[in-house]
């Protein structure tokens, strides 16, 4: 498991998504974007939730979990 994930908000979450290689897909409901990456030949479609104040250490992981990154990718990507 990664170490010293930080606290991010929305859109810093979604700049280190978008240079893991995922893409805006829509708008969801609310205050939801939906950005999808491809993995092995299958699409993953996740909502992040624009309206977060800050999404905790534990959140940020989930969301990096749910598009199949890597331990070692998500350390890549904090690093930047």
Known sequence: MPKNIPSLKPKQLIKLLEQGGCKFYREGKGDHRLY????????????????????????VLRIFRQFGFSDEEVQSLLKQ
Do not use: H, L
């Open 36 to 59: 999808t990456r491809v993995v092995e030949d299958k699409t993953r479609v996740v909502p992040i939730d624009m309206g977060a104040g800050e999404m905790s250490p534990a959140y």
